[in-house]
């Protein structure tokens, strides 16, 4: 596709709508090969499209009446995929939507000073304070995201900057609105991705207005409305005439042009309406960032913007870019138990209202013979003849091989998509053991697991590519709300905090989280370990509290105070008795011994006054012995009190060396020496 215009890339990366600098003819040749490009695509998957409608109509039950084998023959649809359905969404919901704190920020890196720590702290905060309140659509979306999810297979997102509303979007699109060609790999590798915007005449003047969107022509198709709207599944009429009602089909799609002729394709985004093919916009889906260069400054390649994330349920065998869901897994199984259902109810239908042929020969009136309770009919003929000229048809009561047949199915769907009755809620049975059912729930859930990792895959895509829009769009600093141990309180993050310079944190979905089930059946395998006094038993209550999610733990893990019993306060009083009886004791015997002290006293004086020499230096050695010994005893007493040794037995042990230490000080003082050995009070004597 050759153009005349040419624009340089300074132009290419400050305009707000390149389609506004481009000559007419460029325009509509865009315009025709977007378009054409939006066709193939459609063409690409229009039999996934058709299996599509046929996978709601089963998941919404949709009713249409029937005319064979006969008008107004039973058809009953069996909620199979709209059980898997529910089933999952419940367990889904709880498991990737918990509590307060949806986004946990990575630190990339080292961090040896623990900044990058407080800053993912920061921003996992920051972020969840976004998704819950700032976004307030964001949750109920993700609620309808996980419900559609398992029909259909895929889901997608679109994450940009609202400059009206002047915080982040991420809002959900089915699958039916995002045409990718069914062959890509991805969606970083898709050569298009449209997006099928229907808007209001207001809404497309808004934007002509605001200078976003070209004023041109537009064109509306009323049949193309009505293949949208689908009676049997949403019970809405289609619109019959052409309006000012009818909403414009604009396309926005995400491709690659050569605006600048040098030969290579550059990312754009290009809005156009689907049924005059007339360019509204065109604008630039890279940065000046996203330009990689070559070691002499020629263009490399250019990195495009992603703003849709693919939310993938089981991934295709085939390899397409549409995954697979219960639509795929439970439709056929689905379509057979109805059938099996129908052809029962028709046969009971047969069986219980009886028809048949009647003898020309019987002479009753003509019309329908219908019979009420207690009724009896005149015919002109005997009783014999009625019997010989009324056949009824040979019909036979509903097939028990159908009905066994009809079970079989039942039972393959549930077990396909894990919809047991112990996984809906119901009790097995009362002699189950509680290890036996956590093990079938745990057994049961292995096939979420690896679903719920690919959806955490998915958000922390969606979460990154809001960091990106918080590197741009967020304010210098900015205060927002958490909720913090049941109170809301002031927080406020930073630009620098997300840095994408050096990327030091990047926001990502919690893998680890589980569902109520596993938390519950991790806990109760530390039971023994508790029970044995293995573990901590404070802590294993605590989790445990946890993992049933009681209300107000911390009250129930504080225990009120536990009051002696009669033997603790006996003993108590006892040994109080025995300290303060104890405590009398060593005031008498340092009473004693101040007074054995001052007759030792008293002797050195008078032997300082009678005796010279030797001796009297043997009396003071003798004293300091007596000071020494003194001192000991004072010090273990204080040793005894410091350690708190409160045990009676030891007690009486103390007691009973001190008064052989009494003892020893008496019989000194009674032979009149200090040594105890009394060869010098023979002296003195």
Known sequence: MKLRTRLNLNKILSSANLAEKMHEDDLCKIGNYCHDGYEVDLGSREGWEENLDEWMELAMQATEEKTFPWPGAANIKYPLITTAAMQFSARAYAALLPGMNLVKGRVIGEDETGEKHETAIRVGKHMSYQLLEEMEDWEEQMDRLLFSLPIVGCMFKKSYFDAIKGHNVSEMIYPKELVVNYFAKSLEDAERISHSLYMSENDVYERQSAGLYLDVELEKNLDEVQERVSEEITGVEKPRKQDCTLPYNIIEQHTWLDLDGDGYKEPYIVTFDYNSKNVLRIVARFTEKDISYTDTQDLQSIKAMQYFTKFSFIPSPDGSFYDIGFGVLLGPINDTINTLINQLIDAGTLSNLQSGFISNGIRIKGGDKNFTPGEWKVANSSGDDLRKGLVPLPVREPSQVLFSLLGMMIQSGERLSSVTEIMTGDVPGQNT??????????????????????????????????????????????????????????????????????????PASDPTIATEEQKLMKVQALGELAAAGLVNPQEYAKRYLDATEQPDPAALLELPQKGPSPDEIKLEWEKEQFYADLEIRKQELDLE???????????????????EGTQIDIYKQHLSVLDAEDDLARKEELHRQQMGQKDAAFAQQQRQKEQLAQQRLQQQAATGGVDGSGAEGGRRG
Not at 594 to 608: N, S
């Open 433 to 506: 053991k509680a290890t036996v059912a956590m093990a079938a729930i745990e057994q049961g859930m292995k096939v979420f697991s690896s679903i719920y990792k690919r959806i955490h895959r998915s958000l922390s895509k969606e979460y990154k590519k809001l960091f990106f829009l918080n590197s741009i769009y967020m304010d210098e600093e900015q205060y927002f709300t958490v909720l913090d141990v049941g109170q809301e309180v002031a927080a406020q993050i930073k630009l620098t905090d997300y840095d994408i310079k050096s990327l030091n944190v990047i």
């Open 593 to 611: 011994a101040m007074k054995i002290r001052a007759e030792a006293i008293k002797l050195i004086a008078d032997a300082e006054a009678a005796e």
